[in-house]
């Protein structure tokens, strides 16, 4: 039997990058998947992805910013799926800037998407999760939440208050049968990094991370899988680092081995 067979994952920002990959395998695990995105095209084109597989997908195009729009996403998913088993939240956005270049409309904004969103998909889906005996919450939050790096004042902040969340959410809800993480990636091979290629890249991986292969989003996709399944029962409020070794280093002294 797949590991999801009857189970109901809702995931925003599934229309493009990691979000994408997840819903997909989410899906060939048998979940029926609602696939949330602020764009409907991009979230009905993975929905297309999914029943060409011979899976189930429903596209909601959702601003999960809005509070009117979360709690109308989960009533209807619950109303056509009659469960709500899994909500994994990945849409963010990564602006730069410091405490004086970043302009307070650029903040909030960072802090919409990727902080308060995560409290309104928790404030929404926790309902519905407690009234069926339990479920699983997966937010996608952000080595820069743990260990802030410089130009990054906006998101850093949003990262961490989603983290502190997580844990708030673990903790008030455990006796409910509610788990709650955080995946921290580190520099992912996605759609949101393109343009950063070439010299500029490398020179990136080469002085930061310890690990020589590129992460994909398949990485982030598969640990979030672990963290919803059965399997994961005794970890809650925790975040999981995947970044090839990034964080736990200070700095790299050494150059990648040459390629074979």
Do not use: W
């Not at 925003?12 to 060939?28: L, W």
């Not at 949330?36 to 999914?50: C, G, H, Q």
């Amino acid at each position: 039997m797949k590991r999801f067979e009857g189970k109901t994952v809702v995931i925003a920002g599934g229309g493009s990058g990691m979000g994408r990959v997840s819903c997909q395998k989410f899906a060939a695990e048998g979940a029926k998947v609602c696939v949330v995105d602020i764009n409907e095209s991009a979230a009905l084109e993975t929905v297309k992805l999914i029943e060409a597989e011979g899976g189930i997908a429903r596209a909601y195009g959702v601003d999960i910013t809005k509070e009117d729009q979360m709690k109308s996403l989960f009533d209807d998913v619950v109303e056509r799926f009659n469960s709500l088993d899994v909500y994994f939240t990945i849409a963010g956005i990564s602006p730069v800037g410091t405490a004086t270049t970043t302009t307070f409309d650029d903040f909030r904004k960072v802090v919409e998407l990727d902080m308060y969103s995560v409290f309104l998909g928790c404030k929404y889906s926790i309902p519905h999760m407690e009234r069926q005996g339990g479920g699983v919450i997966i937010v996608l939050s952000g080595t820069y939440g743990i260990r802030p790096t410089p130009n990054k004042i906006g998101y850093s902040a949003a990262k961490a208050g989603a983290i502190s969340i997580t844990r708030s959410v673990a903790i008030d809800f455990a006796r409910s049968n509610i788990r709650c993480n955080t995946i921290a990636p580190g520099f992912v091979n996605t759609p949101l990094n393109n343009g950063f290629e070439g010299e500029a890249r490398q020179r990136f991986l080469d002085k930061y991370q310890p690990a020589t292969f590129e992460i994909q989003a398949d990485d982030i996709a598969n640990v979030a899988l672990f963290l919803a399944s059965d399997e994961a029962r005794a970890i809650t409020g925790q975040t999981i680092v995947v970044d090839g070794g990034t964080e736990a280093a200070l700095y790299l002294n050494y150059k990648r081995p040459a390629a074979n």
